[in-house]
Nanobody
Framework: VQLQASGGGLVQAGGSLRLSCAAS????????MGWFRKAPGKEREFVAT????????DYADSVKGRFTVSRDDAKNTVYLQMNSLKPEDTAVYFC???????????????WGQGTLVTVSS
């Protein structure tokens, strides 16, 4: 499967962005989808994950209550709605696809190219 993330940009603190990740190739619905991010000088970290069919989702503590992950299998797309953004949310955001509902990057088999989110104070 190939993944293409989009929707990043520059936003002021307190603002919102919605990231999208479009998938092509094998049937999208078989995959667990995850969002991760990497800030300068930091390791890649888990942001959110959503199960097949969207019945379950999980979030990093740092984004819980502010971010929402969703998926539209008819459009082969997963979304990350980000509200109340903070400067510390600044990072390159990656979507990933895999077969395990997990927070660990190595559990995901396919990765998109990333989209940059910059939150100004």
């Amino acid at each position: 499967v190939q993944l293409q993330a989009s929707g990043g940009g520059l936003v002021q603190a307190g603002g919102s962005l919605r990231l999208s990740c479009a998938a092509s190739g094998r049937t999208f619905s078989v995959y667990v989808m995850g969002w991760f991010r990497k800030a300068p000088g930091k390791e890649r970290e888990f942001v959110a994950t959503i199960s097949r069919r969207g019945g379950n989702s999980d979030y990093a503590d740092s984004v819980k209550g502010r971010f929402t992950v969703s998926r539209d299998d008819a459009k082969n797309t997963v979304y990350l709605q980000m509200n109340s953004l903070k400067p510390e949310d600044t990072a390159v955001y990656f979507c990933a696809a895999g077969f395990f509902y997990d927070t660990i990057p190595s559990k995901y088999s396919y990765w998109g190219q990333g989209t940059l989110v910059t939150v100004s104070s």
